[in-house]
C-alpha cells in the first residue's frame, strides 16, 4: 500500500500540549483514514493512530498498520507533509 495523499491540520494551540497536528491520509487513491495525530514525544515526532475510548477508559486503536514499512512510511510521509507547512509558515 502505498498514501497517495496526505491532508494535515496543524495545532497552535497550546493547550493540546505534545499534538502537532491532525492528519488524513488517501492509501492507494481508494481508502481514506482519518484522525491520525502527529504528537511531539521524547525522541521525537511520531504518529498515534485513531483510537477509540473503551468501556474502561482505555484507548485503543481502531485502525493500524500490520507491517511495521507500512507505519513507517505512514510516519514518513506525514513527518514530511507537517515539514512543508513548518516551512511555509517561517515564510
Known amino acids: 500500500m502505498v498514501v497517495t495523499d496526505v491532508r494535515i491540520k496543524k495545532i497552535t494551540e497550546e493547550k493540546f500540549g505534545k499534538l502537532k497536528a491532525y492528519a488524513d491520509i488517501t492509501l492507494d487513491g481508494c481508502l481514506v483514514i482519518h484522525g491520525l495525530k502527529l504528537m511531539e514525544g521524547e525522541n521525537g ?3 498515534a ?3 477509540r475510548k473503551m468501556f474502561n477508559n482505555e484507548y485503543k486503536d481502531i485502525v493500524h498498520p500490520i507491517s511495521s514499512d507500512l507505519r513507517k ?3 514518513e510521509i506525514i513527518k514530511e507533509k507537517y515539514a512543508e507547512l513548518e516551512e511555509v509558515a517561517e515564510m
Do not use: D, N, R
Open 73 to 75: 512510511h505512514i510516519t
Open 45 to 47: 515526532l511520531f504518529v
Open 49 to 51: 493512530m485513531p483510537s
